[in-house]
T-cell receptor
């Protein structure tokens, strides 16, 4: 489809394991965002890419979280030594560099459960 | 520190009547505000936005009002339809910055429109 694609849609892992979540943005969108949504809360900003570089990673909670976008398209969010508190829906969004409305286009999210 | 607050967790409205969803913010640097709608198992979708230089923006059945002095905005849906039943998120950003897509979301309000 033409929307933002995220895989896997669901991931169950054990505490301490390593996890990768993938985001395929809308073709031509230069900006890419990762958000995290915990139960009963709104999405929380994690990191923003403009092209290949992380323009703002101030939302990453600690150094167990890392994200890359090596070719300026697909992005991977990597979580090391997962903890139960990492359980959430991880949302990816993309946008053109400029927008009249400031709209972000979100994917359906990857639900991560850490047992 | 919740910079964007939606104090009503839920709202129930009869079909055809007006739905009013409220949002308060504390950060004076926010100058652009958006509303997103979210259905279960889907990502948030953009609804409407407003710049701080305006006090009202209208798009079909949806109108957003901004009261800068009170740091308050509201979304009006008239007339409400059963298909409007979803979670509504208020979001804010400092659009003049380099990360205009770095949104701060409220906790969301569950709107239920009864036939």
């Amino acid at each position: 489809g033409a929307g933002v694609s995220q895989t896997p849609s669901n991931k169950v892992t054990e505490k301490g394991k390593y996890v990768e979540l993938r985001c395929d943005p809308i073709s031509g969108h230069t900006a890419l965002y990762w958000y995290r949504q915990s139960l009963g809360q709104g999405p929380e900003f994690l990191i923003y890419f403009q092209g290949t570089g992380a323009a703002d990673d101030s939302g990453l909670p600690n150094d167990r979280f890392f994200a890359v976008r090596p070719e300026g398209s697909v992005s991977t969010l990597k979580i090391q030594r997962t903890e139960r508190g990492d359980s959430a829906v991880y949302l990816c969004a993309s946008s053109p560099r400029t927008s009249d409305t400031g709209e972000l286009f979100f994917g359906e999210g990857s639900r991560l459960t850490v047992l | 520190d919740q910079q964007v607050k939606q104090n009503s967790p839920s709202l129930s409205v009869q079909e055809g009547r007006i739905s009013i969803l409220n949002c308060d913010y504390t950060n004076s640097m926010f100058d652009y505000f958006l509303w997103y709608k979210k259905y279960p198992a889907e990502g948030p979708t953009f609804l409407i936005s407003i710049s701080s230089i305006k006090d009202k923006n209208e798009d079909g059945r949806f109108t957003v009002f901004l009261n800068k002095s009170a740091k308050h905005l509201s979304l009006h849906i008239v007339p409400s339809q059963p298909g409007d039943s979803a979670v509504y998120f208020c979001a804010a950003t400092a659009a003049g910055g380099t990360s205009y897509g770095k949104l701060t979301f409220g906790q969301g309000t569950i709107l239920t429109v009864h036939p």
